[in-house]
C-alpha cells in the first residue's frame, strides 16, 4: 500500500491533502475475525469422497453450458475440454488441475491499508447486503431504491464496527440509469468510506470501469500487482455460464482482482431437493468456473461461492435459516477446504418482511451458521430483509450490532492464567460474590461482549423512555450515526481525478434505464 500512499501523495500537491488528514475523523473498525474454534463439518470421509467423484462425473457426462462466449469455447477446447455446441464436457481431473493455480489465501487492499482484509484460511470478512432494488424504513416504508440511499448506506457501512467491507450494490439506485449508475456507485464507496469495496459486474465494459477507477484511486501499476476489487460472478444454475458474467469474470482475472464465483441455489428449483445432489452441483458449477478464471490468467485470486436456501414447496418462496441450507453451507465449506480455496457463503438471510421476530430468528441462524461453516468472506452480513428484495436501514444496523458476537465467539475460550481466575476464586471463597474483587475490577470492561443497541435497562426505566421496540432503538441509531459522519480524508487530485473520469463516462453514452 505504500506505493499507493506515495503515488496520492505525489497527485495531492501535499498541503490539502495533509490538511484533510489531519481533520478528519476516524471511525473504529475491528480487524478482520481470526477463528480459534474448529469449524463445524457435517460430512463424513466417505460423502466427501462420494460428493467429489460426482461433480467429477457431472463435468465429464452432462457438461456445462458457456453461452453466447466463442471465445470461452476456444479457451475450453484448447485446454482440452469436448466442446459441443456451446456445452463444455470437462475430463475427469482437469477442472481440479487447473483449480490448483488459484491462491489459498490472499490480501485485498483498502485505500487506508489499516482496513486492508485478507480473505482465506482461518479468517472471516464481513460485508453488507448486495443487490436489493427496494429500500425500507420505519418512516417512508418500502420504496425503490434511490442514489441517496445508496449513499447513506454506504456511510453506515463505513461507521459500523464489526463490518470490514464496503461491499458493492448495497442496494440499486433505481434514479440513475442502469448503464451510469456503476460509476456513482463506486465513486460512493471510494470517497465516503475507506474501506475494501466491490466492482460492477452487470456488464465487461463496466467491469473495466471499475478497474480503470481503481487505477486512480490506487495508482495502475498497484492495482496490477495487487486485489484492490472483490467482485460478484453468479453461475446461473444449474450449470450455466452467461455471457455478462463471464465477461466481467474475464476483466477482473486478467487484472489481477478477485472474484466470488458462486452457484445461486434454490434448493428444489435450480439443484436437487437432496443436500448431497445440490452439494454435487455446486462443486460442479465452481469447478468450472475456478477453473475458467485460471484459464484466463493462472493465480488470478478466486473465491469459492455457494449461496444456498430451500423453498417453500407450496408457495414457491425461498426460505432462509433452514436446517437444509446449514447442511449445505457446512458441506460446502468441507469441499472449499479440500480444494484449498477461500469460501464464501451465510449472511443476514431471512424472508421477512419486517426487522421483526422472524427476520431476527432466520439471521441468527444464518449468521452462526456461516462462522461455524468456515466461511472466510460472508457477503449480506447485514441490511437483507425480505429474501434479498429490500435493504433495510434499521436492519442494517441491527445486524451490524449483532455481528460483534461473531468476533467474541470467534476467539474461542481462553484458559490463561487470567481466565482460570484463581485469585479471584481464592479471593471471594465460598457464600462471597465477585462483584468487587480485584479480578473482576482488572476485566469488567471488556470481560463481556455488549450489544450498542439492545435494551438491557429495568422495566421502569424502558416503560419511562417509551416503551421502544428494537426497530425503533435501530431508526434512532440511524439517524445519530448520520448526523455523526464525517467523510474519510482523501487527496483532493484522486478525487477530482475520479469525477472527472465519471464525468467523461457519462457523456460518452444516452442515457439507459434497460
Not at 453 to 468: F, M
Amino acid at each position: 500500500m505504500a506505493q499507493a500512499s506515495e503515488r496520492r501523495g505525489r497527485r495531492g500537491g501535499g498541503g490539502a491533502a495533509r490538511r484533510a488528514e489531519r481533520s478528519a475523523v476516524s471511525f473504529e473498525t475491528a480487524r478482520f475475525i481470526q477463528r480459534n474454534i474448529p469449524n463445524f463439518d457435517v460430512l463424513t470421509e466417505e460423502a466427501l469422497e462420494i460428493i467429489e467423484t460426482n461433480a467429477e462425473t457431472v463435468l465429464e457426462e452432462i457438461g456445462v453450458n458457456f453461452i453466447e462466449n466463442p471465445a470461452a469455447l476456444k479457451r475450453w477446447r484448447d485446454a482440452g475440454a469436448d466442446v459441443d455446441g456451446e456445452r463444455v464436457r470437462i475430463p475427469r481431473g482437469l477442472a481440479r488441475q487447473l483449480c490448483q493455480t488459484a491462491p489459498s489465501s490472499f490480501v485485498q487492499h483498502a485505500r487506508n491499508p489499516e482496513r486492508n482484509v485478507e480473505v482465506g484460511g482461518r479468517n472471516l470478512v464481513l460485508a453488507p447486503v448486495y443487490g436489493p432494488p427496494f429500500v425500507r424504513d420505519a418512516y417512508e416504508g418500502r420504496r425503490y431504491a434511490t442514489m441517496e440511499d445508496f449513499r447513506k448506506f454506504v456511510k453506515l457501512g463505513y461507521m459500523s464496527k464489526w463490518l470490514h467491507h464496503s461491499g458493492g450494490t448495497v442496494c440499486e439506485p433505481t434514479d440513475v440509469p442502469v448503464n451510469k449508475r456503476h460509476l456513482d456507485m463506486l465513486q460512493a464507496h471510494m470517497t465516503l468510506s475507506d474501506k475494501p469495496f466491490m466492482g460492477s459486474v452487470t456488464e465487461p465494459s463496466r467491469a473495466q470501469d471499475s478497474v480503470e477507477m481503481c487505477g486512480l484511486l490506487f495508482g495502475e501499476d498497484f492495482v496490477q500487482q495487487n486485489t484492490v476489487m472483490t467482485s460478484l460472478i453468479n453461475i446461473n444454475s444449474p450449470m450455466t455460464f452467461d455471457d455478462v458474467m463471464m465477461g466481467a469474470l474475464e476483466v477482473y482475472a486478467k487484472n489481477n482482482q478477485a472474484c466470488i464465483i458462486s452457484p445461486f441455489i434454490v434448493g428444489g428449483a435450480m439443484a436437487p431437493v437432496s443436500v448431497a445432489g445440490t452439494l454435487t452441483q455446486v462443486l460442479a458449477e465452481v469447478l468450472a468456473g475456478i477453473a475458467y478464471s485460471q484459464l484466463i490468467r493462472p493465480g488470478a485470486p478466486v473465491i469459492m461461492g455457494a449461496f444456498v436456501t430451500s423453498i417453500d414447496m407450496n408457495s414457491g418462496a425461498p426460505t432462509f435459516g433452514t436446517p437444509e441450507a446449514a447442511h449445505i453451507t457446512y458441506g460446502a465449506g468441507q469441499l472449499a477446504r479440500r480444494l484449498g480455496l477461500p469460501y464464501r457463503s451465510a449472511g443476514s438471510f431471512c424472508g421477512s418482511k419486517l426487522p421483526d421476530a422472524q427476520a431476527a430468528y432466520e439471521t441468527s441462524n444464518s449468521l452462526n451458521m456461516g462462522l461455524l461453516a468456515g466461511v472466510n468472506f460472508m457477503l449480506h452480513a447485514c441490511g437483507w430483509l425480505e429474501g434479498g428484495l429490500v435493504s433495510s436501514f434499521e436492519k442494517f444496523v441491527m445486524d451490524a450490532d449483532q455481528l460483534g458476537t461473531l468476533h467474541h465467539l470467534a476467539k474461542g475460550v481462553s484458559s490463561d492464567t487470567n481466565a482460570q481466575a484463581m485469585d479471584a476464586i481464592r479471593e471471594v471463597g465460598p457464600g462471597g460474590h465477585y462483584l468487587g474483587c480485584e479480578h473482576t475490577q482488572k476485566n469488567f470492561k471488556d470481560a463481556f461482549w455488549k450489544s450498542d443497541l439492545l435494551d438491557y435497562k429495568p422495566y421502569e426505566t424502558w416503560e419511562d423512555e417509551g416503551g421502544r421496540d428494537t426497530q425503533t432503538l435501530a431508526s434512532l441509531r440511524v439517524e445519530k450515526m448520520l448526523s455523526e459522519y464525517q467523510q474519510p480524508a482523501l487527496d483532493p487530485a484522486i478525487q477530482e481525478a475520479i469525477s472527472d473520469y465519471i464525468a467523461r463516462k457519462k457523456s460518452e453514452m444516452p442515457d439507459s434505464f434497460m
